[in-house]
């Protein structure tokens, strides 16, 4: 089985510092690992996804996170945090084995990202 | 708008009553999702389909739901005799590959 833990429920940053977001990973194969983005009242969007090329990988917006398979995380990163980044943040792992099968999203619980001025 | 599409948005009903929620994918993506997020969760896996082959549904989806997809491009999803435990917000999502999201439809069964 796979799955993921979002280790914090609420990170709450000032506007212009960093923001790391942490999520590590469990599964008995390389997994395909994703980072989604939901605003309030709106839908779902990918921020970023990792398929086993690059280790480091860049998304929209500034975010970026990094594959470590020795510590089986995945955690999300960005420089500087804009007020527009306030939202919950979902880290996903999907099985890239599956042929014909669909790639069933298994979600973290999520982490609430606050940015204060 | 060439994203998903959901409808209703929002449907509040009595307990026992059934409901159906539309979902419209983006057109030339042939992978259809069905996902439940419950407050404070993360959204979670109910049903699959591959055009119109619903390929697999999840143990959560009980037998008072049911699925369907009949031309292989917008898909229905029924709930019978709705309970409380049913109140949640109702995902659906289309791919070719990455998977892109509607907006969601929020029951609450009172």
């Known amino acids: 089985a796979q799955s993921v833990t979002q280790l914090d429920s609420h990170v709450s940053v000032s506007e212009g510092t960093p923001v790391l977001l942490r999520c590590n990973y469990s599964s008995s194969y390389s997994p395909s690992l994703f980072w989604y983005v939901q605003h309030p009242n709106k839908g779902l969007q990918l921020l970023l996804k990792y398929t086993s090329a690059a280790t480091l990988v860049k998304g929209i917006n500034g975010f970026e996170a990094e594959f470590k398979k020795s510590e089986t995380s995945f955690h999300l990163t960005k420089p500087s945090a804009h007020m527009s980044d306030a939202a919950e943040y979902f880290c996903?792992?999907?099985?890239?084995?599956?042929?014909?099968?669909?790639?069933?999203?298994?979600f973290g619980t999520g982490t609430q990202l606050k940015v204060e001025l | 708008d060439t994203g998903v599409s959901q409808d209703p948005r929002h449907k509040i009903t009595k307990r026992g009553q059934n409901v159906t929620f539309r979902c419209d994918p983006i057109?030339?993506?042939?992978?259809l999702y069905w996902y439940r997020q419950t407050l404070g969760q993360g959204p979670e896996f109910l049903t699959y389909?591959?055009?119109?082959?619903?390929?697999?549904k999840s143990r959560l989806l009980s037998d008072r739901f049911s699925a369907e997809r009949p031309k292989g491009s917008f898909s229905t999803l029924e709930i019978q005799r709705t309970e409380q435990g049913d109140s949640a917000m109702y995902l659906c999502a289309s791919s070719l590959r990455e998977q892109f999201f509607g907006p969601g439809t929020r029951l609450t069964v009172l």
């Open positions: 996903v792992v999907s099985d890239p084995r599956r042929t014909g099968g669909g790639n069933k999203l298994t």
């Open positions: 389909f591959q055009n119109e082959a619903q390929l697999e």
């Open positions: 057109s030339e993506h042939n992978r």
